[in-house]
């Protein structure tokens, strides 16, 4: 039987020059099955080099195993296309980068399927944050700390070691320095919405109200329409002109700008991070929340300086926040960016994937914070993830369910949902 290995990398590690040495044969100690062996890397790392290669170079790869161009299609339907693409350029080992992260529920079964069925032929190697998601035909768990191996366990082994716990402080949520005028009961309210583009439908007679401090989860499969309902809520989707969408009150494109929509609205996404370059503090990060800039560009006064720096206690940073942004690890830098848009207790949050390429515990500290901010402010939160982060209990869950006609709406208790899709 072939030896299939797991490699959980730390906040301290560099990953990626890790996945570059095996692809070099530069651990044959360690995995000498791979000597002479050809490999490929499942990740979204190769995925985005390929759609540049194909934006630039016109190099098509992707687009036509898709019938479509790849841009088009959401993330998780991206990586099934890479998948196909990866295995017909028959490799002898796969290295596999967390591969379940951007999936849905569905395909991460047919995934997984996939997968055991390739065991016997080719070997894996692959890098895990969950481990939920470790593949059941592993049989070597490997820990890098500080770009060093550790030892190497049987599945079994890391099976039994307790996951550690993770603590969000005490501190009460500061109030905000900031005042919203005439902000209704009623935040976001959709009345039979439907989308279409071109002859694809996508959403279907989408009914949906968010008021004052509700939780809610939104969840769909890959291309259900999820990223659409966001930008029209969120983002310039013209979609939502004409339609009836109501956001604070007011009927979108109504006069509104999507500034006016946007200062109301905190907004998170993994993806944010990449934005904030500059060499600002932790501080100044938090701060520039109260501006809406990227990056602090004027000096604040004492009350937001104290405000910030009393989320900086919220989130167990102060002695930090001195520190670049760019130097704390990935979960600190998520919980800055969240702080960051909490600053104003806006009256909606919008968390996208929040968790995604998180470990456990640090998965755990940011569904605290989440939790937190959810019971002692009257921000409505809606959170979206593909998966049921454990000890965060949302409201409300809105499912968008495929149909020929576009994805249609099913609102539910948290619960109930919960109990019907445990491994969400």
């Given at each position: 039987?072939?030896?299939h290995?797991?490699?959980?990398?730390?906040?301290?590690s560099?990953?990626?020059?890790?996945i570059?040495?095996?692809?070099?044969?530069?651990?044959?100690?360690?995995?000498?099955?791979?000597?002479?062996?050809?490999?490929?890397?499942?990740?979204t790392?190769t995925?985005?080099?390929?759609?540049?290669?194909?934006?630039?170079h016109?190099?098509?790869?992707?687009?036509?195993?898709a019938?479509k161009d790849?841009?088009?299609?959401?993330?998780?339907?991206?990586l099934k296309?890479?998948?196909?693409?990866?295995?017909?350029l028959?490799?002898d080992?796969?290295?596999?980068d967390?591969?379940?992260?951007c999936?849905?529920i569905?395909?991460?079964?047919?995934?997984?399927?996939?997968?055991l069925?390739?065991?016997?032929?080719?070997?894996f190697?692959q890098?895990?944050?969950?481990?939920?998601?470790?593949?059941?035909?592993i049989?070597h768990?490997?820990?890098?700390?500080?770009?060093?191996?550790?030892?190497?366990?049987?599945?079994?082994?890391?099976h039994?070691?307790?996951?550690e716990?993770?603590t969000?402080?005490?501190y009460q949520?500061?109030?905000?320095?900031?005042?919203?005028?005439?902000?209704?009961?009623?935040?976001i309210?959709?009345k039979?919405?439907?989308?279409?583009?071109?002859?694809?439908?996508?959403?279907?007679?989408?009914?949906?109200k968010?008021q004052?401090?509700?939780?809610?989860?939104?969840?769909?499969?890959?291309?259900?329409g999820?990223?659409t309902?966001l930008s029209?809520i969120?983002g310039?989707?013209?979609?939502?002109?004409?339609?009836?969408i109501?956001?604070f009150g007011r009927?979108?494109?109504?006069?509104?700008?999507?500034?006016?929509?946007?200062?109301?609205?905190?907004?998170f996404?993994?993806?944010?991070?990449?934005f904030?370059?500059?060499?600002?503090?932790?501080?100044?990060?938090?701060?520039?929340?109260?501006?809406?800039?990227?990056?602090?560009?004027?000096?604040?006064?004492?009350l937001?300086k104290?405000?910030?720096e009393?989320?900086?206690?919220?989130?167990?940073l102060?002695?930090?926040?001195?520190v670049?942004?760019?130097?704390i690890?990935?979960?600190?830098?998520?919980?800055?960016?969240i702080?960051?848009?909490?600053?104003?207790?806006?009256?909606?949050?919008?968390?996208?994937?929040?968790?995604t390429?998180l470990?456990d515990k640090?998965?755990?500290?940011?569904s605290?914070?989440?939790?937190?901010?959810?019971?002692?402010?009257?921000?409505?939160?809606?959170?979206?993830?593909?998966?049921?982060?454990?000890?965060?209990?949302?409201?409300?869950?809105?499912?968008?369910?495929?149909?020929?006609?576009?994805?249609?709406?099913?609102?539910k208790?948290?619960?109930?949902?919960?109990?019907?899709?445990?491994?969400?």
């Amino acid at each position: 039987m072939s030896n299939h290995y797991a490699i959980q990398i730390t906040d301290h590690s560099d990953k990626d020059a890790c996945i570059r040495a095996i692809l070099k044969g530069a651990y044959a100690d360690l995995f000498p099955e791979l000597t002479d062996k050809r490999g490929v890397l499942f990740s979204t790392i190769t995925l985005q080099n390929l759609i540049q290669e194909e934006y630039q170079h016109e190099h098509i790869t992707l687009s036509a195993i898709a019938g479509k161009d790849i841009r088009t299609k959401s993330s998780g339907e991206q990586l099934k296309v890479l998948f196909t693409y990866l295995l017909s350029l028959n490799p002898d080992f796969m290295i596999l980068d967390n591969p379940f992260d951007c999936l849905d529920i569905a395909s991460v079964k047919t995934m997984k399927e996939k997968l055991l069925s390739l065991s016997a032929s080719r070997q894996f190697i692959q890098f895990f944050n969950r481990k939920a998601d470790i593949l059941s035909v592993i049989t070597h768990v490997i820990e890098v700390e500080d770009n060093r191996f550790s030892t190497i366990q049987s599945l079994a082994e890391y099976h039994a070691k307790q996951t550690e716990t993770a603590t969000i402080n005490v501190y009460q949520i500061p109030a905000s320095p900031h005042a919203y005028d005439a902000i209704p009961e009623v935040l976001i309210k959709m009345k039979d919405v439907n989308v279409s583009y071109y002859e694809k439908k996508v959403l279907h007679n989408i009914n949906w109200k968010i008021q004052r401090g509700e939780f809610w989860q939104l969840v769909g499969p890959n291309g259900s329409g999820k990223t659409t309902l966001l930008s029209m809520i969120y983002g310039n989707n013209t979609k939502a002109y004409g339609q009836n969408i109501y956001l604070f009150g007011r009927k979108k494109g109504s006069g509104e700008s999507v500034w006016d929509i946007k200062e109301k609205i905190g907004y998170f996404s993994p993806a944010l991070t990449d934005f904030f370059s500059r060499r600002n503090t932790v501080l100044q990060m938090v701060v520039s929340g109260l501006y809406d800039t990227v990056g602090l560009y004027q000096k604040p006064s004492y009350l937001e300086k104290k405000t910030a720096e009393e989320w900086l206690q919220v989130i167990g940073l102060s002695d930090e926040k001195d520190v670049s942004f760019q130097q704390i690890s990935l979960v600190k830098q998520r919980m800055v960016l969240i702080a960051r848009a909490m600053i104003k207790h806006p009256p909606v949050l919008i968390l996208d994937e929040p968790s995604t390429g998180l470990n456990d515990k640090n998965a755990a500290l940011l569904s605290r914070l989440i939790n937190k901010i959810a019971k002692e402010t009257n921000t409505a939160i809606l959170y979206v993830s593909h998966r049921k982060e454990p000890g965060l209990s949302p409201d409300h869950v809105l499912e968008l369910q495929m149909t020929e006609d576009g994805s249609v709406g099913v609102t539910k208790f948290f619960d109930s949902f919960a109990s019907s899709n445990l491994n969400l």
